[in-house]
């Protein structure tokens, strides 16, 4: 069972990024799937979530309107599509089904 984030980087305020999470080793259709994020110095804060056909998602309230997760079940994939981006996003961003967490991408948000 893996998860692996990919796309993170250096952007600037007001921009926008897409993670991706690629998952293997499980049926990936069938569950739901969460992005998480991590800033220097707090704890692990959800972001939101997406259940196994795509077709509901949750966001906390810091990234509702800005923030959608999408996914690929023919592509055992799911995205975080990251728009009007602020410092206060930066953070390192984990993909999680359930017990399972990926490693991380960090992303930057600065000028």
């Known amino acids: 069972v893996q998860l692996v984030e990919s796309g993170g980087g250096l952007v600037q305020p007001g921009g926008s990024l897409r993670l991706s999470c690629a998952a293997s080793g499980f049926t990936f259709s069938i569950y739901f799937m969460s992005w998480y994020r991590q800033a220097p110095g707090k704890e692990r804060e959800w972001v939101g979530t997406?259940?196994?056909?795509?077709?509901?998602?949750t966001y906390a309230d810091s990234v509702k309107g800005r923030f959608t997760i999408s996914r690929d079940n023919a592509k055992n994939t799911v995205y975080l599509q990251m728009s009007s981006l602020k410092p206060e996003d930066t953070a390192v961003y984990y993909c999680n089904c359930r017990t399972t967490w990926g490693r991380g991408t960090q992303v930057t948000v600065s000028s």
């Open positions: 997406i259940t196994s056909t795509g077709g509901s998602t």
